[in-house]
């Protein structure tokens, strides 16, 4: 990713270059991250759960991890209030994005997501996801909750 000059490159690893990324996305459009660390790999089993578990903390809000796979070949993709994150880890997929599907003509754009790469797409998003040859991936609902800066200010229930 590239952070800029007024940025400093992600500590940790994977999961916090995505939570940092997934921080300034906000409500904006859809968007890819060709992270500089490696995804996690599905050699200690499934790593969907405990990446979300970890973004959970990261972010501060909770972040689910969704059914993959051909299942979801041709279907929409449904963010949550937060936005969905497409983490390719292998084959290619490829997602189309529709600006106003209520539209005469709708616009579509192609997003194609190589191994490595994440596709961010914000909550009000309209998109379906098609699967190439070998496709893997990792989908992560970003779901409404208060932010860990927001927990900390919040007033005790005690008081």
């Given at each position: 990713?590239?952070?800029?000059?007024?940025?400093?490159?992600?500590?940790?690893?994977?999961?916090?270059?995505?939570?940092?990324?997934?921080r300034g996305?906000?409500?904006?459009?859809?968007?890819?991250?060709?992270?500089?660390?490696?995804?996690?790999?599905?050699?200690?089993?499934a790593?969907?759960?405990?990446?979300?578990?970890?973004l959970?903390?990261?972010?501060g809000?909770?972040?689910?991890?969704?059914?993959g796979?051909?299942?979801?070949?041709g279907?929409?993709?449904?963010?949550?209030?937060?936005?969905?994150?497409?983490?390719?880890t292998?084959?290619?997929?490829?997602?189309?994005?529709?600006?106003?599907?209520?539209?005469?003509?709708?616009?579509?754009?192609?997003?194609r997501?190589?191994?490595?790469?994440?596709?961010?797409?914000?909550?009000d998003?309209?998109?379906?996801?098609?699967?190439?040859?070998?496709?893997?991936?990792?989908?992560?609902?970003?779901?409404?909750?208060?932010?860990?800066?927001?927990?900390?200010?919040?007033p005790?229930?005690?008081?």
């Amino acid at each position: 990713m590239f952070w800029g000059p007024q940025q400093a490159r992600a500590a940790g690893g994977f999961a916090e270059e995505l939570a940092a990324f997934v921080r300034g996305r906000g409500d904006h459009g859809p968007a890819v991250l060709w992270p500089e660390y490696d995804p996690p790999s599905d050699a200690g089993g499934a790593p969907g759960p405990r990446l979300a578990a970890r973004l959970t903390e990261l972010v501060g809000r909770p972040v689910v991890d969704l059914p993959g796979g051909p299942q979801r070949e041709g279907r929409p993709l449904e963010p949550g209030p937060g936005g969905l994150l497409l983490v390719q880890t292998g084959g290619t997929s490829c997602v189309h994005l529709s600006a106003d599907p209520a539209a005469e003509e709708p616009r579509q754009a192609r997003i194609r997501v190589r191994p490595g790469e994440v596709l961010f797409l914000p909550r009000d998003a309209r998109a379906v996801l098609h699967h190439g040859a070998g496709a893997r991936h990792i989908l992560l609902r970003i779901d409404a909750g208060p932010r860990q800066e927001d927990k900390a200010h919040a007033p005790s229930r005690d008081a």
